[in-house]
């Protein structure tokens, strides 16, 4: 495992805190978490944006998904 040194100001450090004993943690613990989730988005976020330009580049064309169209069961009957 790496140690990684960061400067807080104080009053980000102060909330972190008051978050890290309600959660009953550690800064180390919570900032790994929050890390990862933060990763998370933003692999998402980018995975987004590479579907979003790629039907850009390529839009649907009319009638392309229609062969499923009777297969499509959305259980409201």
């Known amino acids: 495992m790496q140690t990684i040194q ?3 100001n ?3 450090a102060k909330l ?3 978050v890290v004993e309600k959660l009953k943690t550690t800064r180390s613990g919570f900032t ?3 890390l990862r989730d933060a ?3 933003f692999d998402g976020n980018r995975l ?3 579907h979003r330009k790629g039907y850009e ?3 649907v064309s009319k009638g392309e998904f229609s062969l499923w169209e009777d ?3 959305w259980g409201d009957e």
């Open 39 to 41: 990763i998370r988005r």
């Open 71 to 73: 297969e499509q069961d």
């Open 48 to 50: 987004e944006q590479e």
């Open 16 to 18: 972190l805190d008051q």
């Open 32 to 34: 790994r978490d929050a």
């Open 10 to 12: 104080d009053d980000l």
């Open 6 to 8: 960061m400067p807080l």
């Open 57 to 59: 580049l390529h839009p």
